[in-house]
């Protein structure tokens, strides 16, 4: 029991760490130099490079107690992003911008902090533009658009307390998982999980799956 524990929170530990990597891994700063070439999507993303704060922080935005820990977690991953060495974001880490181009804005999807409601607000938000609700993100438009967008629109995230997310992640997989969760993870797939993952397992190797 304990080694399947040690398991599971290394590999939340992993997803943990792989969104920070999604993060870092964005363009820095704006090219101001009208008709120069775009550098490459390589520098890691500072927090305070959205083009509409490419001239530096206002501290005086930053008051009281929420106000100081904003600004220690903005610092805290710029720090970790700092360190990262130079390197192309993949298409996985594109695959969670999703883009709104009517007002040139980019949303970061980092799973467990609330990003299954704000799928569904922003869905309904996209629907009502008559779009759909769960594209496009970055990595669907050609590169030379897809440069252009992440050095000119205001790219935003939420992020949350590391072990609060790792144990809602957990709460959300192993203690109360949802019907689709308890299909993939059980021993018997029935008809149901043949309609969603095209498997099935011989009933004498199964139990009954209850939904």
Known sequence: MAVIVSCITITLFVMIAANLYVFCSLPTALDHVS????????????????????????????KG???????????????????????????????HLYVFEKYKLIFCLVPKVASRQWI????????????????????QFP????????????????????????????KDKFVHPRALTKILTSPCLGKRSLATTGIMLPRRHCRAVTA
Do not use: H, W
């Not at 390589?42 to 927090?47: G, N, V």
């Not at 309904?124 to 970055?138: A, K, Q, W």
């Not at 629109?153 to 790792?166: A, G, N, S, T």
């Open 35 to 62: 008709g120069s070439a775009a550098e490459p999507l390589s520098i890691p993303f500072l927090l305070d490079n959205n083009p509409y704060e490419a001239e530096g922080e206002d501290l005086s935005n930053y």
């Open 65 to 95: 107690e929420e106000g100081k820990r904003d600004l220690e977690q903005k610092q805290r991953l710029r720090r970790f992003c700092g360190r990262r060495k130079r390197k192309e974001p993949s298409n996985e880490t594109l695959g």
């Open 120 to 139: 569904s607000v922003l869905g309904r938000y996209r629907l009502r533009l008559n779009n759909s609700p769960y594209g496009p993100t970055v990595k």
């Open 143 to 170: 590169p030379e658009q897809a440069q252009k967008m992440l050095r000119t629109f205001y790219k935003f995230m939420f992020v949350r307390e590391p072990f609060e997310r790792l144990l809602s992640a957990y």
